[in-house]
Nanobody, 126 residues
Framework: QVQLVESGGGLVQAGGSLRLSCAAS??????????MGWFRQAPGKEREFVAA????????AYADSVKGRFTISRDNAKNTVYLQMNSLKPEDTAVYYC?????????????????WGQGTQVTVSS
């Protein structure tokens, strides 16, 4: 069973930055061959796509709402994926989840992912 553990969330003022981390562990398929994604869910809203990265970091995708402000990256030697969030806005407030899928190709669809973390809260104050 793959386990994903997010960290790095917290409270930040608008315009500030945070870096989320997601550490993967578990038997079987090596993390380095999995694609990864970040999603978020605000209170009363559906879970939405934020960013995704393929296994080699050669391909990334971002939601329009975060493009130019957020950067997804990964370190396969550390089995970790990151989400650098800059110029944060109050509307970025949500629980952020990382997810992994057992394929090298990235996806923007939550239904394509096989394993999920427990989430980390990000709160941006105005």
């Amino acid at each position: 069973q793959v386990q994903l553990v997010e960290s790095g969330g917290g409270l930040v003022q608008a315009g500030g930055s945070l870096r989320l981390s997601c550490a993967a562990s578990g038997p079987g398929r090596t993390f380095s061959r999995n694609s990864m994604g970040w999603f978020r869910q605000a209170p009363g809203k559906e879970r939405e796509f934020v960013a995704a990265i393929n296994w080699s970091s050669s391909s990334t995708a971002y939601a329009d709402s975060v493009k130019g402000r957020f950067t997804i990256s990964r370190d396969n030697a550390k089995n970790t994926v990151y989400l650098q969030m800059n110029s944060l806005k109050p509307e970025d407030t949500a629980v952020y989840y990382c997810a992994t899928r057992k394929t090298t190709y990235r996806s923007i669809y939550s239904t394509d992912y096989d394993y999920w973390g427990q989430g980390t809260q990000v709160t941006v104050s105005s």
